[in-house]
């Protein structure tokens, strides 16, 4: 209770700040001869944005610049990508061509980026086809109907085995889904120990791992990060790249 009257305070007190502010630059623009003058009609106030330093998703920024990393080194002739964030394709697309499948597809329309429609559990790809695949920070959502899928508590691992299925032989996984003491937050996510993804991938070899920590006290991106470590986590973003055997 407390802390909600305390954040209202704050809030009425930043908007007070704002007002004067409004009209202080308000004056100052109509003497400046400037065509942007603002109007009281047409305010937003944002008022949280006044932060010592940059806040960063470290999940989402981190994760993405691991992946695009990994491609950067492996250069495939293309690369599928099923239902990871979009500014992962948009982005990667510039120097590795991207097909992007979701459940829910993408109108989007970039040089190299091709956008299409796949159900994760029902995969169209023949066996063993496939050389470059990633799913990122989605897998922990499959089964859980939050997105207008079937619920199943098995989803998630039905998810892994069709990627399994569709990947030849030698190809490239990336995988990327929250780590640290397993647990469900319905109908959120999963999170999961790091034993649980390495048994769930079984019949590939991994070829590197890295750890986004609850903390960035103990790192931003910590390669080659020990079970251990990853066991001590809340919610922390396990990055994993397979190679199918």
């Given at each position: 209770m407390k802390k909600r009257m305390n954040a209202k305070i704050n809030y009425w007190i930043g908007y007070a700040k704002?007002?004067?502010?409004?009209?202080?630059?308000?004056d100052r623009s109509r003497k400046s001869g400037r065509e942007f003058v603002p109007r009281w009609s047409e305010r937003r106030a944002l008022l949280n944005y006044?932060?010592?330093?940059?806040?960063?998703?470290?999940?989402?920024?981190?994760?993405?610049?691991?992946?695009a990393r990994v491609l950067a080194q492996t250069r495939p002739v293309y690369h599928v990508d099923i239902s990871s964030t979009l500014y992962f394709g948009a982005m990667v697309s510039a120097f590795v061509p991207i097909k992007f499948y979701d459940y829910r597809p993408a109108q989007m329309d970039l040089k190299g980026l091709e956008c299409g429609k796949e159900d994760l559990l029902h995969l169209s790809f023949p066996d063993s086809t496939v050389a470059s695949i990633s799913c990122m920070h989605t897998l922990?959502?499959?089964?859980?109907?939050?997105?207008?899928?079937?619920?199943?508590?098995?989803?998630?691992?039905?998810?892994?085995?069709?990627?399994?299925?569709v990947t030849k032989k030698?190809?490239?996984?990336?995988?990327?889904?929250?780590?640290?003491?397993?647990?469900?937050?319905?109908?959120?996510?999963?999170?999961?120990?790091?034993?649980?993804?390495?048994?769930?991938?079984?019949?590939?070899?991994?070829?590197?791992?890295?750890?986004?920590?609850?903390?960035?006290?103990?790192?931003n991106l910590v390669y080659g990060a020990t079970k251990e470590m990853v066991a001590q986590q809340t919610y922390g973003c396990g990055c994993f790249w397979f190679k199918k055997k």
């Open positions: 704002f007002v004067g502010e409004f009209f202080a630059f308000r006044k932060t010592p330093d940059t806040k960063v998703d470290r999940h989402y920024v981190f994760h993405t610049a691991w992946a922990e959502h499959v089964g859980l109907g939050r997105y207008g899928d079937t619920m199943d508590p098995n989803g998630d691992i039905n998810g892994i085995n069709e990627i399994k299925r030698g190809g490239d996984i990336l995988c990327v889904v929250p780590v640290g003491k397993p647990n469900i937050i319905f109908n959120a996510h999963r999170i999961y120990s790091y034993e649980q993804i390495i048994k769930y991938f079984d019949g590939c070899e991994l070829k590197e791992f890295a750890l986004i920590p609850d903390d960035a006290k103990d790192g």
